[in-house]
T-cell receptor, first 114, second 114 residues
């Protein structure tokens, strides 16, 4: 039972354009969502998060949108840079004492071409 | 510098052998976690500990054991009962502030069973 799904295994984008990574979830108890970036043979690093009380959170070139009715979130990267090439995981938490118990999607490999 | 240190980075094991992966953090975080990553899959939670001398099973705890005798340390033992132990293992920690869930990850340990 995949509670968090990233249906696109890979995404290829030209430098300077927008990258949009998508994530769907099924568990209505999730109330906090995060995006992590991961390079090969390294641990993931936190990128941006959003609470379920918001529908948008922005941090520099990164914006996360949350559509609770559709149980969908997306990560926008504008403008995309070659250094953004990595695997991106979305993750969800049910909050409360479940902090840190994240349910991860399968990941999307983003390639940004110069 | 504060962070999470995992060792060894690469480990080879013969079938039937137990192996222990080390995880140490100097972030003064209360909660620590072990995740496993397999190719094409998201991270899956093995065990977690929110306080010293206490730990809980995650989604895939079978064949694994942990201890939490010190706040800084959360070693994971992969036992011979684990049917498919070859994977990338990630240790993480969080301050435990409710409503956040942001995890700090180590660099990972790659275990290969020969």
């Amino acid at each position: 039972d995949q509670q968090v799904k990233q249906n696109s295994p890979s995404l290829s984008v030209q430098e300077g354009r927008i990258s949009i990574l998508n994530c769907d979830y099924t568990n209505s108890m999730f109330d906090y969502f995060l995006w992590y970036k991961k390079y090969p043979a390294e641990g993931p690093t936190f990128l941006i998060s959003i609470s379920s009380i918001k529908d948008k959170n922005e941090d520099g070139r990164f914006t996360v949108f949350l559509n609770k009715s559709a149980k969908h979130l997306s990560l926008h990267i504008v403008p995309s840079q070659p250094g953004d090439s990595a695997v991106y995981f979305c993750a969800a938490s049910a909050g409360g004492t479940s902090y840190g118990k994240l349910t991860f999607g399968q990941g999307t490999i983003l390639t940004v071409h110069p | 510098d504060g962070g999470i240190t995992q060792s060894p980075k690469y480990l080879f094991r013969k079938e039937g052998q137990n192996v222990t992966l080390s995880c140490e953090q100097n972030l003064n975080h209360d909660a620590m976690y072990w995740y496993r990553q397999d190719p094409g899959q998201g991270l899956r939670l093995i065990y977690y500990s929110q306080i010293v001398n206490d730990f809980q099973k995650g989604d895939i705890a079978e064949g694994y054991s942990v201890s939490r005798e010190k706040k800084e340390s959360f070693p994971l033992t992969v036992t011979s009962a684990q049917k498919n132990p070859t994977a990338f293992y990630l240790c993480a920690s969080t301050s435990g502030r409710a409503g956040t869930g942001e995890l700090f990850f180590g660099e990972g340990s790659r275990l290969t069973v020969l």
